[in-house]
């Protein structure tokens, strides 16, 4: 069975042919980055607009390069939420047009829940198992029931790590995306040279918070502008990266042994980062659990993991008509059918 994926919520036009989930046919991705790094971050309007530009060449190169025509396609998976509302809606609205010229089924896909099917394209993994998903928008640490069931055991309180990397970054002046200038520039510095508070989420011992550490590395930086002192940026880079993974290690450590998961998968665009894939590794061999990691290629943004998850929704029997919309928020274990 091929699905036709189409993934728009951010800053990345995708599409993609999968394969019975699993067999990654073509993965055809246009971004915007170069022109949202002159501003810091992804102005929305601006990512509309390359969407509404791209999505059509972007479609047309992953069916050729799947050696497909839209009659071999057996579903249209599209990315409906969560992400920037004007940005889905290019991806969806092309998706029902789509559907509708061709008669070919729509399926509407969690973009969270299609981080997590990167690793069905990068390995064999089956659920159940836990999965700490960790992007620009979100820090879940999820139990996987099964390819449509999720529960959610902990979750940011504030800032997503992604978006506290990418802020933290901004602060000390490094390129956009923050979290990626870290990961690259940690390696120079000294990750012990600053020490951060460890925050603690007192009525939920699974919950992130991210917004005090961001906080005080922001702090750090302003001081000693104001004294005029000078600052080891890679120092503060590997210190703040250190901090970070920390908490994302500790609870999904805590989670694991608790609820007695030894299989672990890590999803998400923070999935990239070096430290968090080493520190996961170290974890799992000491407790001897199984651990997943996306492909680096599937880390961010594709629609290859959409059509995967797509193609599970699909034989679940999940499908949309024309009324589909885009939503900007939505907890993965909802739909828009059940909000
Ligand atoms: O999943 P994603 O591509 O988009 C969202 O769904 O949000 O995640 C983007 C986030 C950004 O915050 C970016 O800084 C972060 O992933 N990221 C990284 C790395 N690569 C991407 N953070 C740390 N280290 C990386 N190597
Ligand atoms: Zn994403």
Known sequence: MKILGIESSCDETAAAVVED???????????????????????????????????????????????????DIDAIAVTYAPGLIGALLVGVNFAKGLALATDTPLVPVHHIRGHIASNYISSDIEPPFLCLIVSGGHSHIVAVNSYTDFEIIGKTRDDAAGEALDKAGRTMGLEYPGGVSIDKLSPQGNENA????????????????????????????????QKGEDIDIADLAASFQKSVVDCLITNLEKVAVEKSFNKIVIAGGVSANSKLRAEAQALCKKHKWSLYLPELRYCGDNAAMIASQGYYEFVQGERADESLNAYATMPIDKNYKTI
């Open 21 to 71: 989930g699993r067999k990654v046919l073509s993965n055809i991705i246009a971004t915007s980055l170069e022109e949202h790094k002159l501003y810091g971050g992804v102005v929305p309007e601006i990512a509309s607009r390359r969407h509404a530009e791209s999505i059509s060449g972007v479609v047309k190169e992953a069916l050729e390069q799947a050696d497909c025509t839209m009659a």
């Open 194 to 225: 600053y020490k951060f508070p460890k925050p603690k989420v007192s009525d939920s011992p699974y919950d992130f918070s991210f917004s005090g550490l961001k906080t005080a590395v922001i702090n750090t930086v302003h001081h000693a502008q």
